[in-house]
């Protein structure tokens, strides 16, 4: 996009992409995401790859183009050239009716294809040139006449027919005019025409050009002379801001373990601050995964940017010209969360284009932080989304403080900002023993199988179109074929079956180690089914197909993007709602209600989670683990699908004999329906999906006060075999904290006569200091029992209990509780909303129990994910060995020697490591500074173990 390059370009020139131009410059009209679908990525490319076959041999594509204009330097790709016609195409993918297209949209592929072709007569001497839109709408690739019975060989006609176009293409180039599945604007312009259209947009974007020129060589200026905020540093806290400061200015990656107190948040905002000027860094992006993080990073680039007094009691500005951003999730930051993001629904997306520039001039004007609420404040006043408002602003920020997901998640704002505008970003990772498994939920996915039972059922019906019919009854039978996939060393899909304890028909669960390849033909000729339909729903007018039930809401676009939030859809729409309906009377024979089926937020949500585990299945390797699980079948239903299955077998047979009917009509599938099969695409290891993004960034700081063993976040997380491991010393002294460890089991089978033991010691402990304690477990039902006794033994010591599902309001009840001369017990489960993220310090908190090792249950699930995990492991380390060859000359044979690789133990991985990580987190609640005095009693007799003593902190002295 836009960005001050003075390694790449000439000093006081901006340089921009022509997309990116466009869309500051010529984007106006409403906010609008209503869903339209849309080729996938791969399709989009597979698609402009067709176009170009077709061309012939003489057509150029991706040319490269840069002009300059004024302080601007103008670059971009134009799709494609045809010498011969003198025309530059603009290639678009698109599905369904093309008349759907907004206004807008279209506006802005004109806008970028003038802007090309001025660049183009500029490269080539030009005096004028055609410039046309070509698109081409990927759902007519399909074989025309089709019936929609033969999936499978329509699917490999469809093959056959693309290669038969693109040979006649290729022969007759002219024939491209007569394709089916193309549509081409064309439109002759001249040199000084186009000439005159780049100045109109470039006009638009050279003052706030130089403004950001501006203000990037005053940020550089004042960053180059910033000064750490305290007159001396915390023990380790220099130790740690070195490293980090090493590595920005070197481009590695650092994994930083610093325990709590060590000021790990200024220790590494500082440097990546400091060296921003001297490493080029454009951007420096600040991830947490709690919303407190957050807050900490705000507070602390207050520090070191402080507000400058001023005398006539102004409002204080910050003294430093640096832009903070705060992202915040979009549940939060809605103001109409019952509304869809487009102007013929939300007001805030009413003219929001036409609007935003007074709102980014104004928010970028403002010199304070620009946090959640400051943003709001400027949005409103312009009558724009909050949300989006920030949206944009990324683009300008220097510094934007954010969840995981911003950049982390496959759909990551941050992430495609960086690659989009080929930013030099550092990113900071707080919190970072979080992301393993924040990582595996980003890359993980299942299929409601209820809710597509009943969709499937529905769309099968007479009434919607045919192909799309036809889809969901090839996805109905594929879903239930699943049930019977086998654990086979001989065949393609190779799975692991793991029963209930429970004798017969009982739930089941398959483990998958490959893709079952039908299953995923099916959803995929479903999706786009569904796509072509969603591009058209007006075709679907067949009463057979309408629903019988109201609808809960309608939809149009992707969940993420709906104002209707789909959770909250049932409630917000009214019971009344109903698909619009028409009534008809057609002769005597019958009265047909012909309804207009309209998607609604169920429908949506089933389309874009098969999408999802489509888009994710593309990347599926020993990473990942494709699962089934089969519900238990009641023995009722299994003795009447055995005798339906013997009665209906032996009338088949004389059916068939006689020739009749019967014999020809497909037989009922037996076994369980689709609501009954469970399948999902679990993430192993993040490590394939997080690498690409660690590498995009010139530097990642990882750091948490558990990251311990290094190894095991080292390869799961994907960063390099160079990656730089830290670890900092404790600025606690072991005399502060009193931690013992008492062989008592809290084992399943051990909890109710561990519960006696555990209450008196927490009685005991408690009259012999009173004060604020935390007690954590492994279950609330562990919990409950322990209170319980704790109550019947000590009725005089205060206690409250976290619950199920508590609210924000009761979770900052139960925090309100710890004050400084308070007294009692809170009880809390382990890796819960208590067990890390919260600042208890001094009298507030001076105790802990912990009456677990954290681990993982014990189930089928967490068996397949080791048994997996170990397969990932072994090749990881094989990969990771491989010599790789120098950098320098490509020839040369010279091999980089190879990394020392540690070997893990995926038992450990699984249960351990991420136990032990919740164990540290919790009881890091208790000392919180060097005046922190308190206890820490680890229950359980494994905590004597070598293999878990070596993982609790250096800076403890257990005794047992």
Avoid at 406 to 423: E, G, K, P, R
Avoid at 713 to 727: E, I, N, P, T, Y
Avoid at 820 to 843: H, M, N, R, T, Y
Wanted: aromatic share 6%.
């Amino acid at each position: 996009m836009i960005k001050a390059d003075e390694t790449h370009a000439e000093p006081g020139r901006y340089r921009i992409a022509v997309r990116e131009l466009c869309a500051f410059a010529a984007r106006e009209g409403d906010l609008d995401l209503r869903f339209t679908p849309s080729p996938t990525a791969q399709q989009g490319i597979r698609g402009h790859q067709r176009i170009v076959r077709r061309r012939g041999k003489d057509y150029e594509s991706e040319i490269s183009l840069s002009g300059d204009i004024g302080n601007l330097t103008i670059r971009g790709r134009a799709d494609g050239y045809d010498p011969k016609r003198n025309c530059l195409e603009e290639i678009k993918t698109h599905r369904g009716d093309l008349s759907h297209q907004p206004a807008h949209h279209r506006a802005l592929h004109w806008a970028q294809a003038r802007v090309y072709g001025a660049l183009m007569c500029r490269s080539r001497d030009l005096e004028g040139i055609t410039l046309a839109l070509v698109y081409l709408d990927i759902a007519a690739d399909a074989p025309r006449g089709a019936k929609g019975s033969k999936d499978e060989q329509n699917e490999q006609d469809a093959g056959a027919l693309a290669d038969r176009d693109e040979q006649t293409d290729q022969a007759d180039p002219k024939s491209r005019k007569a394709q089916h599945d193309e549509q081409r604007l064309e439109a002759w312009w001249s040199r000084e025409a186009l000439e005159a259209e780049l100045a109109r947009l470039a006009a638009r974007f050279s003052e706030f050009a130089a403004n950001e020129l501006a203000h990037r060589s005053a940020r550089d200026s004042a960053l180059s002379r910033l000064a750490f905020p305290w007159p001396s540093w915390r023990p380790g806290q220099r130790q740690l801001a070195e490293h980090a400061y090493k590595a920005v200015m070197t481009g590695r990656d650092l994994l930083a373990e610093a325990p709590t107190g060590t000021g790990k948040t200024l220790a590494t905002l500082y440097p990546a601050l400091r060296a921003m000027p001297a490493s080029g860094t454009d951007r420096l992006f600040y991830l947490t995964a709690r919303t407190p993080g957050r807050a900490l990073a705000l507070d602390a680039l207050a520090t070191l940017a402080p507000a400058a007094d001023d005398s006539e009691g102004q409002e204080k500005t910050p003294a430093t010209p640096l832009r903070i951003l705060e992202l915040g999730a979009r549940s939060k930051t809605c103001e109409h969360p019952t509304l869809a993001c487009h102007g013929e629904s939300c007001p805030l997306a009413r003219g929001f284009y036409d609007r935003l520039p007074a709102a980014r001039d104004a928010a970028l004007a403002d010199q304070r932080p620009l946090n959640l609420a400051t943003t709001r404040r400027h949005a409103l006043a312009h009558d724009i989304c909050p949300y989006f408002l920030a949206q944009e602003l990324s683009r300008w920020a220097d510094v934007i403080i954010g969840d995981h997901n911003h950049y982390f998640d496959s759909h990551a704002l941050l992430f495609a900002l960086t690659q989009a505008n080929d930013w030099r970003t550092v990113v900071l990772v707080d919190e970072s023993h979080n992301l393993i498994e924040r990582a595996r939920g980003m890359y993980s996915t299942e299929l409601d199988a209820r809710q597509f039972h009943f969709l499937l059922k529905q769309l099968s019906r007479t009434g919607h179109p045919a192909p799309l019919r036809s889809a969901s009854r090839a996805l109905a039978r594929q879903w239930r074929a699943l049930e019977q996939l086998e654990l086979s060393a001989d065949g393609d899909t190779q799975a692991s079956k793991v029963d209930s304890n429970d004798a017969g028909h009982k739930a089941q669960r398959l483990a998958l180690e490959a893709l079952p390849g039908d299953f995923l033909k099916a959803l995929s000729q479903w999706t786009g089914a569904m796509g072509d339909w969603l591009a058209e729903p007006d075709k679907a007018t067949n009463p057979a197909a309408a629903r019988q039930q109201p609808a809960r809401a309608t939809a149009t676009q992707a969940p993420e993007q709906l104002g209707l939030i789909a959770r909250d859809a049932s409630s917000a729409a009214p019971s009344s709602v109903a698909i619009n309906t028409t009534a008809t009377v057609s002769g005597s024979t019958s009265s047909t209600a012909r309804r207009r089926v309209e998607p609604d937020v169920e429908m949506m949500e089933a389309y874009f989670a098969a999408l999802t585990l489509a888009r994710l299945a593309e990347g599926f390797g020993d990473h990942s683990l494709f699962e089934v699980e089969l519900a238990a079948t009641p023995p009722a239903r299994q003795a009447s699908l055995a005798s339906d299955s013997s009665s209906s077998s032996g009338a088949a047979s004389a059916a068939e004999a006689e020739g009749s009917e019967a014999a020809a009509r497909p037989r009922k599938a037996r076994g369980r329906s689709v609501r009954q099969i469970q399948p999902r695409l679990r993430c192993v290891s993040p490590a394939p999906w997080l690498a690409p993004r660690l590498r995009a960034s010139h530097a990642t700081l990882l750091f948490s006060a558990t990251l311990n063993p290094p190894a095991y976040h080292q390869r799961l997380l994907g960063l390099a075999d160079d990656a730089v491991w830290l670890s900092v010393d404790s600025p606690f002294s072991a005399t502060q904290v009193q931690v013992s460890r008492h062989r008592l089991s809290t084992r399943l089978r051990d909890r109710d006569a561990s519960c006696r033991p555990i209450a008196e010691l927490m009685a005991r402990q408690y009259r012999q200091r009173s004060g604020n304690y935390l007690a954590f477990f492994s279950s609330f039902a562990y919990l409950e029992q322990i209170a319980s006794t704790l109550q019947q033994l000590a009725p005089e010591i205060p206690q409250w209990r976290q619950t199920r599902a508590m609210t924000e309001a009761e979770r900052t009840r139960f925090i309100q509780r710890f004050t400084p001369k308070g007294q009692g017990i809170g009880f809390a489960v382990l890796g819960g909303a208590f067990g890390e993220g919260i600042d208890l310090p001094g009298s507030r908190l001076i105790g802990a129990f912990i009456a677990t090792l954290g681990l993982a249950g014990f189930s089928p699930e967490n068996e397949a994910l080791k048994q997996r995990l170990a397969t990932w492991l072994d090749n990881d380390a094989q990969r990771r060995s491989q010599p790789q060859q120098a950098e320098g000359d490509p020839h040369d044979d010279t091999r980089a020697s190879r990394p020392v690789i540690q070997p893990l133990n995926a038992d450990d991985c699984t249960y351990l490591y991420p136990g032990l990580t919740r164990v540290v987190q919790a009881a890091g609640r208790v000392i919180r500074s060097e005046q922190d005095q308190g206890v820490i009693h680890l229950i359980d007799d494994r905590f004597m173990r070598p293999e878990v003593a070596r993982l609790l902190p250096r800076w403890w002295t257990p005794t047992n």
